[in-house]
């Protein structure tokens, strides 16, 4: 419970304009949302100012306006530093490609929403009021159209086999 309450805390931190540039094509909305109208349009390598975040949306100024664009598109150019802003930002910046990193979380998040982040014993009390009992949640599922399904369980892991050294001289065999 305590991870998804700093969480919380987090996306509701306040967000400051920082700037950023695309990292693809992406057509500017006029709101959060993938049925949003389309306000215009950014290239790849357009600079913007990133002014808020909403869920998977990111809301930029550019070129084209003022609008949103999904969080995966765009990314924050304020220079990463010792400490929070660089391992909020350590997700997103191309590295040595064997190296395999994991970040989950904390993208979307500047080094100033997480200073300005703090709990709140409110919000977690909120939280209780999205409780729902299965036959209200089956009710919603069956409003919504959606239907149940049974799922066969994922086959148990195989032990990892190991790899014998290869023979220096091919099967190992004598001349």
Excluded at 81 to 97: C, E, K, M, P
Excluded at 141 to 159: E, K, M, N, V
Aim: net charge neutral; aromatic share 4%; glycine share 12%.
């Amino acid at each position: 419970m305590k991870p998804i309450l700093l969480l919380a805390c987090l996306l509701a931190a306040p967000a400051l304009a920082a700037p950023g540039v695309m990292l693809k094509d992406e057509d500017l909305r006029g709101s959060a949302s993938i049925d949003a109208a389309h306000v215009g349009h950014l290239a790849r390598g357009a600079v913007v100012e990133i002014v808020g975040h909403q869920g998977g949306w990111t809301q930029v100024t550019g070129s084209a306006g003022h609008g949103w664009v999904r969080i995966l598109s765009v990314r924050s150019t304020v220079s990463t530093g010792a400490g929070l802003s660089g391992l909020v930002q350590a997700g997103s910046t191309r590295g040595d490609s064997s190296r395999v990193v994991a970040t989950a979380g904390l993208r979307g998040l500047d080094e100033e929403q997480l200073k300005a982040a703090h709990f709140d014993a409110n919000e977690l009390m909120n939280m209780d009021r999205y409780l729902v009992d299965r036959t209200a949640a089956e009710q919603y599922a069956r409003a919504g159209g959606l239907r149940h399904r049974d799922l066969d369980y994922l086959p148990a892991p195989q032990p990892e086999k190991t790899r014998d050294k290869p023979a220096p001289f091919g099967d190992g065999g004598m001349l």
